[in-house]
Structure formats: structure tokens, C-alpha cells
């Protein structure tokens, strides 16, 4: 089976722009989550999918968003860009809820 | 909510000497705890796992013991090799709000010496 991919890889945008980040499942996963890593933070959780409902959210700003779609591929959106917000956003499928999750790639954000 | 600690920050071991990661939980009811590889420039990638129901478990070279009463769990590497060298990340599953997002341990840069 093919892995988790992601699209972009990498992105550069300037601060205030919005942008929208792509997640594709390994095949047959309906559970989708997105991490945000940086040197500072680490590995910080921003949403968790399944069948297209978000069931959780991390401790990020409304500025972030995201969806999932009925083949389970998902988005995640950042509006109004923060330079803060340069990080490598992973995202992770898994079979189900409490299985164990597969990373994708990741898109490396820079935000001058 | 759950936190996870994780040590120690960098390890230096010697080829063919053991290492080993630990990570203690808040969340008396995380039941899942995975441990991630990530070698730079590249995805975490998962190396073992183990559930609440048991206290050890083994892959080759790899091991994990996980002591629910003292809520801590360890990474065993034996014999490690050069390839060994990567970031390290325990993980856990908090299940006091039913949502299975994974909070992660701060990492454990591991270097292997040949």
C-alpha cells in the first residue's frame, strides 16, 4: 500500500497570507490527525478526524482549521499567517481511532 | 490534560551498548503508548508500541516495559548500531475526553559512536 502522502512539500508564504496544506490517507484509514513540529514545541497535536467529523482539537487559535472529506483525504487551513506559525505540519493516518498512526512526509511552512 | 516527560534530552552510546529512553504519563487511563523514530530530514516513523494489558513487548532489538502503577515506560535498544542515530519520541493516548490524538514526550537524541 502506498504511504501517507502530503502536497505541498514545501511551502514559503508571507506573513497575513492564508494557506492550505493536503493530506492523503494510507488506503482503508478513516482516521486522520495533524501535528505541528517545531525545535521549541516538539510534536504538538492540532485536529483529529474520522468519517469527516473533527472529534478533537489541540490548544492551537482559530486561525487554524481544517476538514476531511468523504474518501477520508484531509485539509488544513492557516489563515492570516504568523511567523510563529513556520513549523513542518505532519499529518497521520491510522485503520481506526485507536490504532496506530502512520506519518506522512510533512510540509515544511516558512513564514517570512 | 496528559503530559509526557521524556529523558533524557541526548544520549551518546558507544556501538553495541545499550540504550534506553524513558517517558512517565499523567493520564491514569492512557492506554496506548507508541515510540517514533525520526531521523533528520525525514517522518517520524513508528518502531513499537504497546498497549495497557501488557508490560513488555519485543522486536528484535527493541523492547518496551510499561509499569501502569508507576505510569512510566521505557525503550530498550540492545546492541545499537550507527543507523540507530535518530530522534527518539515516546508518545501517549490521554482517554479522558475519547479522542485519540497522541501527546507526545519532548524527544531523545540518540547517537551511536562506531
Known sequence: ?????????????????????????????RSVSWYQQTPGQGL??????????Q????????????????NSRSEMNVSTLELGDSALYLCAS?????????????????VT | ??????HPSTLSVQEGD???????????????????????????QLIIDIRSNVGEK???????????????????ITE???EDSAVYFCAAIPTMDSSYKLIFGSGTRLLVRP
Open chain 2, 18 to 44: 545499550s540504550a534506553v529512553i524513558k517517558c512517565t504519563y499523567s493520564d491514569s487511563a492512557s492506554n496506548y503508548f507508541p515510540w517514533y523514530k525520526q531521523e533528520l530530514g525525514k517522518r517520524p
Open chain 1, 44 to 53: 504538538q497535536f492540532l485536529f483529529e478526524y474520522f468519517s469527516e467529523t
Open chain 1, 55 to 70: 472529534r478533537n482539537k489541540g490548544n492551537f487559535p482559530g486561525r487554524f482549521s481544517g476538514r476531511q472529506f468523504s
Open chain 2, 80 to 82: 545499537t548500531q550507527p
Open chain 1, 94 to 110: 491510522s485503520p481506526n481511532p485507536d490504532s496506530e498512526q502512520y506519518f506522512g512526509p510533512g510540509t515544511r511552512l516558512t
Open chain 1, 1 to 29: 500500500k502506498a504511504g501517507v502522502t502530503q502536497t505541498p512539500r514545501y511551502l514559503i508564504k508571507t506573513r497575513g497570507q492564508q494557506v492550505t496544506l493536503s493530506c492523503s490517507p494510507i488506503s482503508g484509514h
Open chain 2, 58 to 76: 519485543k522486536d528484535q532489538r527493541i523492547a518496551v516495559t510499561l509499569n501502569k502503577t508507576a505510569k512510566h515506560f521505557s525503550l530498550h
Open chain 2, 1 to 6: 490534560g496528559e503530559n509526557v516527560e521524556q
